[in-house]
C-alpha cells in the first residue's frame, strides 16, 4: 500500500496545522473531498473547505500553503484559547462579521 500523498506541504501549513492540533486525517479528507472549492483572486490560489478547517492550495493543486478556520466561531475559539502566537501577528480585525457564520 502506498502512503505517497497527492501534495506536499509548505513548512508554515505544517507549522499552523500543528498549531491548530489539525491532524492529517482531516487535512486529507479536506483535499480529497472538499464541500466546496473557491478561487481567490487576491492569493491566486484555491481555498478547499471542508467542517472546519480551509486549505489553501497552489494553482496547480500540488501544494497545501496554509491552514485556516473556515467560520468566526473556529476563529474566536483559537484566539480566546491563546496558544503560541510567537512571531504571528493578530491579522484579522476586532469585529470578525466578514468571516462565514458556522454551518449548523
Known sequence: MSTQLPFTMSKH???RAL??????TEIRACFD???DVLWSRKYACWWFVRGRITLSVSEDRAC???VLWS???DWRADYARGGDLTGRERRSRTDMAYLPRRRA
Do not use: F, K, L, Q
Not at 19 to 24: F, L, R
Open 13 to 15: 501549513a505544517v507549522d
Open 19 to 24: 498549531e491548530m492540533n489539525v491532524d492529517g
Open 33 to 35: 473531498r472538499p464541500e
Open 64 to 66: 497545501v500553503i496554509t
Open 71 to 73: 467560520n468566526e466561531h
